[in-house]
């Protein structure tokens, strides 16, 4: 494949990438779709686009999220 159609691929993904994530984020709290987000494979940063956040105040949610789930 040449690397114009790998560009435009990639692009596309991205969006729709992007576009499953706002629907999956929408009414939730940082706290409550960054863990679901993190799951799918999203990385603090594109999270924290999502949520217009930064990705350490994602990163702390992630934690929080994890801590909970262990003393469960």
Same mark, same amino acid.
Request: glycine share 4%; net charge positive.
């Given at each position: 494949?040449?690397?114009?159609?790998? %560009?435009?691929? %990639?692009?596309?993904?991205?969006?729709?990438?992007?576009?499953?994530?706002?629907? $999956?984020? %929408?009414?939730?709290?940082?706290?409550?779709?960054?863990?679901?987000?993190?799951?799918?494979?999203?990385?603090?940063?594109?999270?924290?686009?999502?949520?217009?956040?930064?990705?350490?105040?994602?990163?702390?949610? $992630?934690? %929080?999220?994890?801590?909970?789930?262990?003393?469960?």
């Amino acid at each position: 494949m040449d690397s114009q159609l790998l %560009e435009s691929m %990639e692009r596309k993904l991205a969006v729709l990438i992007a576009l499953m994530a706002y629907q $999956i984020a %929408e009414g939730k709290t940082v706290a409550e779709g960054a863990p679901v987000l993190k799951r799918l494979g999203l990385t603090p940063s594109e999270i924290a686009d999502v949520f217009d956040s930064t990705a350490k105040a994602v990163s702390v949610r $992630i934690a %929080e999220a994890k801590k909970k789930a262990r003393s469960k």
